[in-house]
Nanobody, 123 residues
């Protein structure tokens, strides 16, 4: 069974940085079809933050970032730790949301979600 556990959220001032982590278990991390981060602010729909899709071989594929976060966010992974990271810099008030980790194991399986981690940007 796939399990995603996020961490790293918290309270940060505008202009600050946070690194979110998502530990993935129950599947082969190296062959995951897609992985990424989404967020949901109060009263709003869940939206993409960053998303990576492989081309079928480890280390290949492409990464997409939300326009609102381009240049301020980076997706990274540590295969040895089965962990997906989201580095966020120059955070703004409007980045306040619950951030969710998401994976899709193969093109023919459904998506799995973590429980979310709260990010609050406030002065």
């Amino acid at each position: 069974q796939v399990r995603l556990v996020e961490s790293g959220g918290g309270l940060v001032q505008p202009g600050g940085s946070l690194r979110l982590a998502c530990v993935v278990s129950g599947i082969n991390f190296n062959t995951i079809y897609t992985m990424g981060w989404y967020r949901q602010a109060p009263g709003k729909q869940r939206e993409l933050v960053a998303h990576h899709q492989t081309d079928g071989a480890p280390g290949t594929g492409s990464t997409t970032y939300a326009d609102s976060m381009k240049g301020r966010v980076a997706l990274a992974r540590d295969n040895a730790k089965s962990t997906l990271y989201l580095q966020m810099n120059n955070l703004k008030f409007e980045d306040t949301a619950v951030y969710f980790c998401n994976v899709q194991t193969t093109p023919w399986t459904g998506e799995d979600w973590g429980q979310g981690t709260q990010v609050t940007v406030s002065s």
